[in-house]
């Protein structure tokens, strides 16, 4: 005979069914409408059906319900494009490479004969089987290179299975785009540059050393899903969002705190804009000649800053912050490895941290992207901590108290030589 449940009892239950995730049922949500993208079966000419070969010459093939590339020397980058473009959808793959290959996936992705002579470009979901560990984090490739690596994530990082197969899955909703890697986040971007184009399966160039011909890549479990993708996105969460759209403030970011600093078109919020060498062009802060620094209405203590900058060829440049502490920006040759940008100093004082790439395990990599691109500054003070990162590199940390730097202060803006543009100014008190 069954026992009745206590009322005690009967309630622990319920709290507990309640604390498990719902499934897509409890939801009211039919079952997700994925789609396969590997075809049953090769083409007699042993061709992929629905894909098609674009940039290199590295062979790609069906082998069962996986699609395997092959890498081969002295080939540029190789991708096998999907014919069918695509706006929003949920992807989800398998992917195992031999560790000594890199890889990605492109997503709303072109190739057009008027972007230089018709070479892949667009946003490459990352497969970095190198001591980096960057798998999950979006690369634009040919266009404007790191976006949103996963270097501020270390469990992702940890999570890659180096010459095992790995689980992506990538939300592309409006202009969101957010990936994790084996379960866990990987990306979370804002950007409205290419709402739509291709998949792309990448063979990654290797060089001319024979030794690196033949390394292979398989994907398999390659599902989409295209009809009203946003009804089975996962819950957001703003705190980690990299927005690369210009002046630009998502709704959900504002509600945790975060705002602008600079509209991206009048002066408001800032003291100097009026003076020589200042200007507002094409929705930037304009810096090319000036002798005196922007200040900023707004004081802060605990924070985290971020914004765009654009440097000329061998113009540096610094952002002032606490009154005191620099933030230091180089363009050329000081701009590179142990000198990157990113060097705190104490106004005129000899104390300094130089700069150097806590990220990545190659360090002589530049951490400024070449000029006519915009970079990435972040920075962030809580507590005795202080952060400094550039294109999702970590460069510096340091000692609040140890640098002696003062309980608050304005943001500034410092002229150097050449020329300079901000945008994207924002701050978030902490």
């Not at 042993?46 to 395997?68: C, N, T």
């Not at 984090?137 to 940890?158: N, V």
């Amino acid at each position: 005979m069954t026992t009745p449940l206590s009322r005690r009892a009967s309630l622990a239950v319920l709290a507990g069914a309640a604390a498990l995730p719902l499934a897509p049922a409890a939801r009211a949500l039919s079952p997700a409408p994925w789609q396969s993208l590997i075809p049953a079966v090769a083409a007699p000419d042993g061709s992929i059906p629905g894909w098609k070969r674009l940039g290199g010459h590295a062979p790609y093939r069906l082998d069962g319900r996986e699609i395997v590339g092959t890498s081969v020397e002295k080939s540029p980058n190789s991708f096998l494009v999907s014919e069918e473009l695509f706006d929003d959808f949920i992807l989800e793959c398998r992917v195992r490479t031999d560790p000594r290959l890199n890889t990605g996936i492109m997503i709303r992705s072109e190739a057009k004969p008027d972007y230089r002579d018709g070479v892949v470009h667009g946003y490459q979901v990352e497969i970095d089987p190198s001591a980096r560990r960057w798998t999950g984090g979006i690369y634009d490739e040919q266009r404007r290179l790191w976006l949103d690596p996963p270097s501020d994530r270390p469990a992702t990082l940890a999570a890659f299975r180096s010459g095992d197969w790995n689980h992506l899955r990538v939300e592309a909703v409006g202009n969101r785009i957010r990936t994790w890697l084996n379960g866990l986040p990987a990306a979370n971007l804002v950007d409205e540059m290419t709402p739509r184009g291709f998949f792309g399966l990448q063979v990654h160039d290797v060089g001319s050393d024979p030794a690196n011909a033949g390394l292979e890549v398989r994907f398999r479990d390659l599902l989409v899903i295209t009809d009203d993708p946003g009804r089975y996105a996962r819950p957001l969460s703003p705190a980690d969002e990299r927005d690369f759209i210009a002046n630009h403030l998502t709704a959900e970011r504002a509600a945790i705190g975060w705002r602008l600093l600079w509209d991206g078109r009048g002066g408001g919020g800032w003291s100097g804009l009026s003076g020589a060498g200042w200007s507002i062009r094409d929705g930037a802060i304009r810096c090319d000649g000036a002798q005196t620094p922007l200040v900023s209405a707004d004081r802060v203590a605990d924070f985290e800053l971020e914004l765009d900058v654009l440097a000329g060829e061998g113009a540096d440049g610094a952002v002032g912050y606490l009154g005191s502490a620099l933030y230091h920006l180089a363009q050329g040759p000081q701009g590179q490895g142990e000198a990157a940008s990113g060097s705190l100093s104490l106004g005129g004082n000899a104390i300094k941290v130089p700069a150097r790439n806590l990220s990545d395990p190659n360090p002589d990599k530049p951490s400024m992207k070449p000029a006519g691109q915009w970079n990435r500054v972040y920075i962030r003070v809580q507590g005795d901590r202080v952060e400094h990162w550039l294109n999702g590199s970590k460069l510096l940390e340091g000692s609040r108290a140890a640098l002696g730097l003062p309980a608050s202060g304005p943001v500034l803006l410092r002229p150097g030589s050449g020329t300079l543009s901000f945008r994207s100014i924002r701050l978030r008190p902490l």
